[in-house]
C-alpha cells in the first residue's frame, strides 16, 4: 500500500472511529428504550428516513439508526430469501445487517465487515440488544477479506466502496467470497464527469466525496473482476449546503457473478 493509500485509510478510520465513540457515549448518558429516542436526535431520524422507511427502522436501536453513514438503502430492492448468506462490506454501526437478518432469517446468516474497532464494537452492542443469534461482525478490510472463497450468495454495501484507495481489489475480494450466480446490491457514492470530485484532499476522502469515482471508471472496474449483468438502478444528484448540485450522485448498482 502507499503511503497515501495509507494515509487515507488511518483518516476513513479516525472519522468513523470518533463517530462511534460518540454514540456509544451519548447513548451512556442518554440510554434508549422504553419508546424514548435515546441518543437518536431528530436530526438522525429525518437522515435515516431519506434512505429507509419508517417501518424498516422503527424496531431498530436507536444507536444503529445515529451511526447510520450510508447513502442508501442496499437491501431494499436486493431480493434477499431466507437461509441466504450476506455480506456486508463496511458495516458500521450495523444497521443494513440487522435489515437483511429480518430478511434471511434464522436459516440465513449475515457477515458485517468493518475495519474500524469503535464501529465494531457499536455495532455488536446493537446486535446484543436486538438478541440476534444470525449476524456476526468481523474485523477486517474490504480489500483483502477474511472470509473464504464462494461463501456468500449476496454482498452488499452502503457507501463504503467509494472510501477506498483501492476499488478493484475490493471488487475482486467480493467476486472471489461470492458462490456462483451470486449477487451484489452497492449503494455508494460517483463522481458524475470524467473529471472527479473538485476536492481531493484525504479529508475529502473520508466524507465520501473525493473517493467518489467516474461511473464509467467503477463500473469498468466491477467488469474486469469478472461481474456480469451490471446495472444502475437508482441515481440522485448530491447538492452542497447552499443547493448548488455537487458533481456526485448516490447510486445503487447491481451485479452479478456468473453461475
Ligand atoms: C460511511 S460509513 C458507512 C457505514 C454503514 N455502511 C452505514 O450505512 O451506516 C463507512 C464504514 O466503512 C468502514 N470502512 C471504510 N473503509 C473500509 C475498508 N477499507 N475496509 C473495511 N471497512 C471500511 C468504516 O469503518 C465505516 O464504518
Not at 481531493?200 to 465520501?208: F, G, H, K, L, M
Not at 473517493?211 to 467503477?218: H, Q, S
Not at 452542497?240 to 448516490?250: L, Q
Request: proline residues 6%; hydrophobic residues 40%; glycine residues 12%.
Amino acid at each position: 500500500m502507499t503511503t497515501e493509500s495509507q494515509e487515507i485509510k488511518r483518516l476513513v478510520r479516525e472519522k468513523y472511529g470518533a463517530k462511534a465513540k460518540g454514540v456509544i457515549e451519548l447513548s451512556v448518558v442518554q440510554p434508549s428504550g422504553g419508546g424514548d429516542a435515546g441518543c437518536c436526535s431528530p436530526a438522525d431520524v429525518d437522515r435515516a428516513l431519506r434512505m429507509y422507511t419508517e417501518g424498516q427502522i422503527a424496531g431498530l436501536p436507536a444507536e444503529s439508526v445515529a451511526a447510520s453513514a450510508g447513502c442508501g438503502n442496499p437491501t431494499a430492492l436486493a431480493g434477499l430469501q431466507p437461509g441466504e448468506r450476506v455480506l456486508d462490506l463496511g458495516s458500521g454501526g450495523g444497521i443494513d445487517c440487522f435489515l437483511a437478518a429480518q430478511q434471511v432469517g434464522p436459516q440465513g446468516h449475515v457477515t458485517g465487515l468493518d475495519m474500524t474497532p469503535d464501529m465494531l464494537e457499536l455495532a455488536r452492542k446493537n446486535q446484543a440488544s436486538l438478541g440476534l443469534t444470525n449476524v456476526e461482525f468481523v474485523q477486517g478490510e474490504m480489500e483483502n477479506m477474511p472470509l473464504p472463497d464462494a461463501s456468500v450468495d449476496v454482498v452488499i454495501s452502503n457507501c463504503v466502496v467509494c472510501l477506498s484507495p483501492d476499488k478493484d481489489a475490493v471488487f475482486q475480494e467480493a467476486f472471489r467470497v461470492l458462490a456462483p450466480g451470486g449477487r451484489i446490491h452497492v449503494s455508494d457514492m460517483m463522481a458524475l464527469d470524467g473529471q472527479g470530485p473538485a476536492r481531493t484532499d484525504p479529508e475529502a476522502w473520508a466524507s465520501c466525496i473525493a473517493g467518489a469515482e467516474d461511473r464509467e471508471v467503477y463500473l469498468g472496474r466491477l467488469s474486469r473482476a469478472g461481474f456480469e449483468d451490471i446495472t444502475i438502478t437508482d441515481e440522485n444528484i448530491r447538492f452542497d449546503d447552499e443547493g448548488v448540485p455537487m458533481n456526485v450522485a448516490s447510486v445503487k448498482v447491481v451485479a452479478k457473478k456468473p453461475a
